[in-house]
Structure formats: structure tokens, C-alpha cells
């Protein structure tokens, strides 16, 4: 990409999948001249940057000193990070450069589960109750304590990976070793590393919200659909932007009081709750965009751009949050029924109904997809439908499976 230097330059800190990743930049790039600081040259990428650094950018020390050559050559107003592995050392990056952002201290909070639960026990945010633990035995006890069923989880994952619900004590083995087993790159591994939490039951939902200058707006409200029992993959999300949550009392209070005691005062978060038949119950803040394409489907939703405000309020801008129209988007993420390797995913698009708004296959050929708790997030394709009604996107994303067609074979037990 072509930079005249007329727009502001911000620091982009990894740029992780394309597929699930790139309208981010086909957005972002449009207003701001976009640096890549990542481990390998460019690819996909290069149309949507004026410039790349290969250098480490899981660790705080080189990518600080590959951040001030870039800051020597070039003004730069801020940084910008998406990535749930990275968003602590881009932390460190905007602070040692004294740009907008977040404390490193505020980030690493939102990543350790842990450390999300106390603060929002001392803000009085209402959630499950949680014991961190460091052993079977310590799990199988503090299960016993909460009372069954239980879910157990990982302390710094994020979209369910490595999630599991406990029915009762026979169960509680093979939930920790999900939990314990699971891991994501750039995710630090912790002492105490699995929690055991008091289930709560009730929809799920998702809250992206910008925050600038301390002031938390909720953008999207993302309804979401759990699969594969007893764990908890998300393989679907909708969202209404006519949804009553958005302006709903209880929900606005939450968010900030949930982000005031995290110091979180400037970017886009995605927190997590469930609906109970006692109220809203806090599951966990995330200090970056929703994953899943939730961004996308809100700005079809509302026609606000929840990347461009994020990059935005990186740049130190206020983000335009006004609702441009009403619409329902939806996607449905398909998975395969057993442990395959794909040989073939086909997008049939004249089988669409008006509600499709696209399909796009998420494996290639040769890729091997594992069900939990052999493997997570294992998608050979997702679908969005864009309608006047959730019941609309429903029934349009219902024939998903008669729209891709996926070939492929079994596999047997991965090697150990």
C-alpha cells in the first residue's frame, strides 16, 4: 500500500488469521496507515500496510525497541492490537511510547480469569463464584465446595477453549484435564492455572463497548449458541441492533463498574455474561474485539464500525458510535460430526436464500479437524445471513449445511 503520510500511522501488533481477521484491516486500513510489527514478513497483509518490522512481539522488550526505530522514522499516533495473545505487550508498547491505551497492569487483568474475579468481587459485580486451583485433588475439592454441577476452565483462555461442564464428582477428572491441556500462543501459563466455577445456567451473551476517557458504550450485543455438551464451543452468535439490552440499565452498570475496576478506560472490550433467572452474572472481560466475526456482524447490524473505533480511540480519536440502521445478523459456524480430514469444502452459492449474506470455507484440504477435548475451534466453514429478524436469520442459517458441503474421512486417536 501507497503511503502519502497524510494519514495517522498506528502500530498494528500482529495480525493473526485471515480469514477471521482481514476485514479488520480492509476497515482500519482505509483510515489509518497501518506498521505490522509480527515474527514473519508480511503476506496476506501486505495490501493493507506501508511498512512491517519482523521482530518477536510476544515479549515486551524487542517489540518496545522495534516500536521506537518505527517512532524515530515516523510519527506515530498510537496502537493498535486485536490479537488475544498480544494485547499485553502492545500494552507496554503505547505506555513506553506515551500513547492512548491501557496499563499492561489493566490488560493482564482482563486476561487472567483470576484476577477478573477479584476485582469484580471487590466493585460488587455479580458473578459465578470461582476457586483457582493447581491439582486434580484441589479441583475435586472445590468442586465439592461450590456444589455440582461445576464448570472448570482455563485461567487465560478466551472462547471456550478448554471450557467444561461438571455434572458430578466422576466427571470432574477429565473436565481439569481439558482445562488443564488447553493452550493458546502468547497466553501465559499461570501457577494456579484451571478455575472452578459455580455453574450458572441462562443465555449467553457478548457486549463489545468502546471506552474513551473512562466513558464505556455498548455497541453490539451478541446473543450466543454453545455446542458440543459438556462443553461449551461457540458455534453461532446473533445480533439485533435493535436489541433492548443495549440500553438496558443493569447492563450499562455492569460494564462500568466492571471496567472501572479494571482500569480499563480506553479501547474496545468484549465481556461475557449469562442471563440467569437472578440477573446478569459477569463471566469474563476480554481487553480487545470480539473474536467470531462479532465486529463484522455489528456493523452489518447498525452500521457502526467496531474496528474502526477501536483503531479510533488508539489514536487518541473519540469513535462515532451512532446506529446508522436496524438490521439482524447472524452466523452459524459448522463443525463436522466426528474427527475428520478434510478432503474437499464446497460453497454452493446458488443455493442461497436472500437472508445469505456470504459463506466462506474455514479448511483447507489435508487440514485434520478434531472435536473437544481433542481439539478446539475445529470449523470447516461459517455462514452469515443479514435479515429484518432474528426469526429470518434463523431459518436462512438453518439450510447452512445444504450450502457448504464438506468431504472428508475419519481419523482415528491423535498420537501421544
Avoid at 254 to 282: I, Q
Wanted: glycine share 8%.
Amino acid at each position: 500500500m501507497a503511503w502519502d503520510g497524510e494519514k495517522p500511522l498506528l502500530l498494528l501488533i500482529g495480525s493473526s488469521a485471515r480469514r477471521s481477521r482481514e476485514f479488520i484491516l480492509q476497515a482500519v486500513s482505509r483510515r489509518y496507515a497501518l506498521w505490522l510489527l509480527q515474527p514473519a514478513p508480511t503476506t496476506w497483509e501486505e495490501p493493507y500496510v506501508v511498512g512491517s518490522t519482523v521482530v518477536d512481539n510476544t515479549r515486551p522488550e524487542p517489540l518496545i525497541e522495534a516500536a521506537r526505530r518505527v517512532a524515530a522514522e515516523h510519527e506515530v499516533a498510537g496502537v493498535f492490537c486485536y490479537d488475544e495473545g498480544l494485547v499485553t505487550p502492545a500494552a507496554h508498547v503505547s505506555q513506553a511510547l506515551g500513547l492512548p491505551g491501557n496499563t499492561p497492569e489493566a490488560v493482564a487483568a482482563c486476561r487472567d480469569k483470576n484476577a477478573t474475579r477479584t476485582a469484580m468481587e471487590e466493585a460488587g459485580v455479580a458473578q459465578p463464584a470461582s476457586i483457582g486451583v493447581r491439582s486434580l485433588s484441589e479441583a475435586r475439592e472445590a468442586a465439592e465446595k461450590l456444589g455440582f454441577p461445576v464448570v472448570i476452565k482455563p485461567r487465560g483462555l478466551a472462547g471456550g477453549m478448554g471450557v467444561r461442564k461438571a455434572e458430578g464428582p466422576e466427571e470432574v477428572e477429565s473436565a481439569y484435564r481439558a482445562a488443564s491441556g488447553a493452550s493458546y500462543p502468547g497466553v501465559p501459563v499461570f501457577e494456579v492455572s484451571v478455575l472452578v466455577e459455580e455453574y450458572v445456567d441462562g443465555p449467553e451473551i457478548s457486549v463489545d463497548a468502546v471506552s474513551f476517557e473512562g466513558e464505556c458504550v455498548p455497541l453490539a450485543v451478541a446473543r450466543k449458541q454453545v455446542g458440543l455438551a459438556p462443553f461449551f464451543e461457540e458455534i453461532g452468535h446473533e445480533i439485533d441492533a435493535a436489541d433492548p439490552l443495549l440500553t438496558d440499565p443493569g447492563l450499562l452498570d455492569a460494564l462500568r463498574r466492571s471496567h472501572a475496576a479494571l482500569g480499563f478506560r480506553t479501547g474496545v472490550s468484549h465481556t461475557e455474561f449469562r442471563l440467569t433467572p437472578n440477573g446478569l452474572r459477569l463471566m469474563e472481560v476480554n481487553a480487545r474485539l470480539g473474536g467470531d466475526m462479532i465486529p463484522y456482524l455489528g456493523h452489518l447490524a447498525t452500521g457502526v464500525d467496531i474496528a474502526m473505533a477501536a483503531a479510533d480511540v488508539a489514536a487518541g480519536r473519540r469513535p462515532d458510535t451512532t446506529a446508522v440502521h436496524r438490521k439482524v445478523a447472524a452466523i452459524t459456524f459448522l463443525y463436522p460430526e466426528q474427527d475428520i480430514e478434510i478432503e474437499s469444502v464446497t460453497v454452493h452459492e446458488d443455493r442461497f436464500s436472500p437472508e445469505i449474506h456470504s459463506a466462506t470455507v474455514m479448511a483447507d484440504p489435508g487440514a485434520v479437524l478434531r472435536l473437544p477435548p481433542r481439539g478446539y475451534i475445529s470449523r470447516y466453514a461459517r455462514v452469515i445471513a443479514l435479515s429484518d429478524s432474528v426469526a429470518e436469520a434463523r431459518a436462512a442459517l438453518s439450510r447452512a449445511p445444504e450450502i457448504v458441503e464438506l468431504v472428508g474421512r475419519p481419523v482415528g486417536e491423535p498420537n501421544r
